[in-house]
């Protein structure tokens, strides 16, 4: 079975309210996130979560727990880059092989979640995305 890793914070938790320690995690998952995660499972790959919380014992006790309340099931919690098909990440910039033009989109970057405060944000930029993609 091939593995998938999923970031956490903002990829998974939706991180609205920002970092508030390893061990507070407040807010909703991402709109989907679960169902996609089952489907992937489903398919026999091995969903992991990796996050730097998980360096502190009560940051991993914190995701497992939010996992658990929230029904998402995953494989495992690292904090290390394990072999995987795909890494799922809001702060991951693609790599095609073309290093030209690296530098710009890397001190240009900003994660999704800079743009969101409130749970109607998020909906509201997911939706924008969603209809970006549909444009395709």
């Known amino acids: 079975m091939a593995n998938v ?11 609205i309210s920002g970092w508030k320690g390893p061990e507070n995690i407040p807010d909703p998952p991402v709109p989907g996130v679960k169902e996609e995660i089952d489907k992937l499972r489903a398919d026999k790959y091995n969903v992991y979560v990796f996050s730097t919380r998980s360096r502190f014992p009560e940051g991993r006790e914190a995701i497992e727990k939010w996992l658990f ?3 998402i099931e995953v494989d495992g919690i690292t904090m290390e880059k394990i072999p995987a098909v795909a890494i799922v990440d809001d702060r991951a910039i693609g790599f095609v092989g073309i290093p030209d033009g690296l530098y710009r989109r890397i001190v240009e970057m900003v994660p999704w979640t800079a743009y969101v405060k409130t749970e109607r944000d998020m909906e509201k930029k997911i939706e924008s995305f969603r209809k970006r993609r549909d444009e395709y």
């Open 69 to 71: 309340n929230w029904g």
């Open 5 to 15: 890793l999923f970031d956490f914070d903002g990829v998974i938790h939706s991180y």
